[in-house]
Antibody, heavy 115, light 111 residues
Framework: VQLVESGGGLVQPGGSLRLSCAASGFAFSDYWMHWVRQAPGKGLVWVSR????????NYADSVKGRFTISRDNAKNTVYLQMNSLRTEDTAVYFC?????????WGQGTLVTVSS | QSALTQPASVSASPGQSITISCTGT?????????VSWYQQHPGKAPKLLIY???KRPSAISSRFSASKSGNTASLTISGLQAEDEADYYC???????????FGAGTRVTVL
């Protein structure tokens, strides 16, 4: 099983980024996928999830209305479109699979929001 | 402020046992068994240790065990080893409004 995140980087406040997570080694289309983030020196925080068939999405209150999760089961990839970024969104973003148990994790991609 | 309460740090000598508590409410830990524990070494991705409160994935050492009583879940590491030095996070399903809540993490130090 492998989850590989990409798309992180330095962005100014108010800017946008799109994260990707490429999955392999498991039946991607059978699994809920999630994004979890970790600010520097802080703990883990759940961000968003998407159902296996893409019909249901949920968000933490802190990102609702600014972030959009999506997936392409043909490409075994989940995405996180992040708009109106704030300095407090600075974190390593991990993707993970599962419903209420997160079985596998990617290595994370760092998003830095700073002017 | 995290929704689940964990001790900030726990330390012990090699070979000893430690227990990390994770206290929530009747809306999260107290209402179901959807509690999981994750280990995270510095700069690394989290790793699943325990799921559904007490179950251990086959690849995880039997030195890791867990329990749950009421609104509190607990993780026990027996026969502490140097490689167990890491951060440990509990996580619970929090219901349809909150969805998922984490503890702030517990730093385990092997003396």
């Amino acid at each position: 099983v492998q989850l590989v995140e990409s798309g992180g980087g330095l962005v100014q406040p108010g800017g946008s980024l799109r994260l990707s997570c490429a999955a392999s080694g498991f039946a991607f289309s059978d699994y809920w996928m999630h994004w979890v983030r970790q600010a520097p020196g802080k703990g883990l925080v759940w961000v968003s999830r998407i159902k296996s068939d893409g019909t249901t999405t949920n968000y933490a209150d802190s990102v609702k209305g600014r972030f959009t999760i999506s997936r392409d089961n043909a490409k075994n990839t989940v995405y996180l479109q992040m708009n109106s970024l704030r300095t407090e969104d600075t974190a390593v973003y991990f993707c993970t699979n599962g419903d209420s148990t997160w079985w596998n994790w990617g290595q994370g991609t760092l998003v830095t929001v700073s002017s | 402020q995290s929704a689940l309460t964990q001790p900030a740090s726990v330390s012990a000598s090699p070979g000893q046992s430690i227990t990390i508590s994770c206290t929530g409410t009747s809306s999260d830990i107290g209402s179901h068994n959807l509690v999981s524990w994750y280990q995270q070494h510095p700069g690394k991705a989290p790793k699943l240790l325990i799921y559904e409160a007490i179950k251990r994935p086959s690849a995880i050492s039997s030195r890791f065990s867990a329990s749950k009583s009421g609104n509190t879940a607990s993780l026990t590491i027996s026969g502490l080893q140097a490689e167990d030095e890491a951060d440990y996070y509990c996580c619970s399903y929090g219901g349809v409004n909150t969805l998922y809540v984490f503890g702030a993490g517990t730093r385990v130090t092997v003396l």
